[in-house]
């Protein structure tokens, strides 16, 4: 049920992404993405925080250009995709808040140049429901996405939530 996106800037790359619902093992996952034991490097991601798939091409394409240009702020490529989801500069508070924690129950995996081999065992490691991706934007929490992003109603006037998010993600270095 997983897709499978292409990143615009980079044609050679490509980030094959799965939801899961109602995810039981939250805890487990996060310490093994700490620990760095799930099967295969991956992003796991708060799926309730990204109401579109496009703002996850947005963070591919920023933690991409970083890896080429040798600045990633993080350990990983997939902890800079995670990272780049955030408005925020502060990469532990990113990687907190739009990662895996106890708390969450809908999740993202997601991996760049995956085999369907490597996506089937991290899929393997969650105990949850796998689910379209298409049911993202009905997971969405926009007052929390509001909230972690700092979006007010003005910029809700002038445009749509992820617009909203999308510039804060490409202006975030810039400010």
């Not at 579109?52 to 091409?57: H, P």
């Amino acid at each position: 049920m997983g897709e499978l996106l292409r990143i615009p800037g980079n044609p050679d790359a490509q980030l094959s992404v799965t939801l899961f619902r109602d995810v039981q093992n939250s805890k487990e996952l996060q310490e093994r993405v700490v620990a760095g034991t799930l099967p295969a490097d991956c992003s796991v991601i708060n799926a309730v925080l990204i109401p579109d798939l496009f703002l996850l091409r947005v963070a591919a394409e920023i933690a991409l250009q970083a890896q080429q240009r040798g600045k990633l702020k993080t350990r990983s490529l997939h902890a800079e995709l995670v990272h780049n989801l955030s408005g925020s500069r502060h990469i532990t508070e990113s990687l907190r808040r739009f990662g895996i924690s106890e708390q969450v129950s809908h999740v993202l995996i997601a991996r760049f140049d995956a085999t369907a081999e490597q996506m089937s065992a991290v899929g393997d490691a969650v105990k949850g429901t796998s689910a379209p991706v298409a049911e993202l934007s009905s997971l969405a929490d926009a007052p929390l996405i509001q909230k972690y992003h700092k979006i007010g109603e003005a910029e809700l006037k002038m445009g749509s939530l992820v617009d909203a998010v999308a510039c804060h993600m490409a202006t975030r270095d810039a400010l």
